[in-house]
């Protein structure tokens, strides 16, 4: 019998480059992109172990838990690391990693996560792109909560390697990933005595034995199935129009936020400022002794299809997540889990204003 996952053709080495060519011109980039057939945190572990070593100092932005495991990889290289915390309900800014290079001119490593699911903020990568460039440091960046959501742009921004996974914005599979290096980064890696080689994690296989060969061979059987879905979700997106894509999670965003104010019962968005808010998903910091995994509990039982999640860890306590990103970057998605939060707080005896919610949320999607 046929079966749509099964007894698949093996996929050939001029199908896998175009899939790569492909996300190149999603990302507007005319770097060299490999697909790394695992889940992002692949090529995210694989690029810090390739370029970063004992002579590197780091400067490792925190905006969100990645950032954390970001600079625990980077000290496992034995890299010296500066972090730069700031708080999760806002964003770093250009000045602050200006003020980091005037403090520790050595600095030769940028890591940042663009959007983070997780806390809900966004960095502005351009601007800080044009500082890092100044520095003359090697720029990386996790773009995997960003891309299909806002404009992800390696080339403009001299981002070195930009790493995405299909699961967020572009609705795809979390089995395959992607990075995008640049030149100097290639170069970095080569010099890199500790860089992983023959192995899962390394990139300068794929270099060597891929692009440097005209991508004729692949380095192992690839993983079809997950392919066949990246090139359907990037067909998807340019058939919709990226554009429209990123529209759809911005008003998502945008309703969420201004349903949540309006809606009240003590419900606020997590990001103070709506300039510093992703839009692939939007956090609410819960009222005062009202646990977010109960409010989510809650809302789920009422509808159990919401993207609606706690926040991870210690933020359980005061942070909802709602995950409006691919298919739930939709009107009905937004409406669906104010109507789903808002009875659950009234069930905690809380005030809230349901339709002045629905109403605002609906003027707010543009
Ligand atoms: C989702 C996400 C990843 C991928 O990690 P998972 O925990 O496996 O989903 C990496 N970086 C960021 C910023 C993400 O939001």
């Known amino acids: 019998m046929t079966h749509p996952f099964l007894d698949l053709a093996p996929l050939s080495a001029a199908h896998f480059a175009s899939v790569e060519d492909r996300v190149?011109?999603?990302?507007?980039?005319?770097?060299?992109?490999?697909?790394m057939q695992g889940e992002a945190l692949l090529p995210l572990e694989g690029a810090i172990r390739a370029t970063a070593g004992p002579g590197t100092t780091a400067l490792n932005v925190i905006t969100g838990p990645y950032g954390q495991t970001f600079g625990d990889?980077?000290?496992?290289?034995?890299?010296?690391v500066i972090d730069l915390?700031?708080?999760?309900?806002?964003?770093?800014?250009?000045?602050?990693i200006r003020a980091a290079f005037t403090e520790h001119p050595e600095i030769d490593f940028v890591s940042l996560v663009h959007a983070e699911a997780a806390t809900g903020n966004t960095n502005p990568v351009a601007e800080i792109g044009e500082a890092v460039r100044e520095q003359g440091a090697l720029f990386y960046l996790d773009a995997v909560a960003s891309v299909g959501a806002e404009p992800v742009l390696p080339d403009a921004w001299g981002v070195d390697l930009c790493v995405i996974g299909a699961q967020k914005a572009m609705g795809g599979p979390a089995g395959v990933s992607a990075v995008s290096v640049s030149e100097r980064a290639w170069a970095r890696m080569a010099a890199n005595p500790r860089a992983p080689r023959r192995?899962?994690?390394s990139l300068l296989d794929w270099?060597?034995?891929?692009?440097?060969?005209?991508?004729?061979?692949?380095?192992?059987?690839p993983a079809q199935l997950e392919m066949l879905a990246l090139e359907?979700?990037?067909?998807?997106?340019?058939?919709?129009?990226p554009e429209t894509v990123m529209a759809r999670h911005a008003s998502a965003a945008a309703a969420t936020r201004a349903g949540t104010v309006a809606l009240g019962g003590g419900l606020e968005p997590y990001v103070y400022e709506a300039r510093d808010a992703a839009p692939v998903a939007t956090t609410l910091r819960t009222p005062s002794g009202v646990p977010a995994s109960d409010l989510v509990a809650r809302a789920l039982a009422a509808d159990p299809t919401l993207p609606l999640?706690?926040?991870g860890g210690r933020l359980a306590a005061e942070m909802i997540r709602v995950n409006h990103y691919g298919p739930a970057a939709?009107?009905?998605?937004?409406?669906?889990?104010l109507t789903a939060l808002g009875a659950a707080l009234a069930e905690r005896g809380l005030p809230v204003d349901l339709p002045a919610a629905l109403h605002a949320a609906d003027a707010a999607w543009r």
């Open 24 to 35: 190149a011109r999603l990302l507007d980039t005319a770097q060299d992109v490999v697909i």
């Open 73 to 80: 990889w980077l000290r496992d290289c034995g890299a010296t």
């Open 85 to 96: 915390a700031v708080p999760f309900h806002t964003a770093v800014t250009a000045a602050q």
């Open 199 to 201: 192995s899962y994690l």
């Open 207 to 221: 270099k060597e034995r891929w692009v440097d060969g005209g991508r004729k061979a692949l380095l192992h059987a």
């Open 232 to 241: 359907a979700c990037v067909e998807r997106i340019e058939s919709e129009g």
């Open 309 to 311: 999640a706690a926040g």
């Open 330 to 337: 939709a009107p009905g998605t937004v409406r669906g889990a």
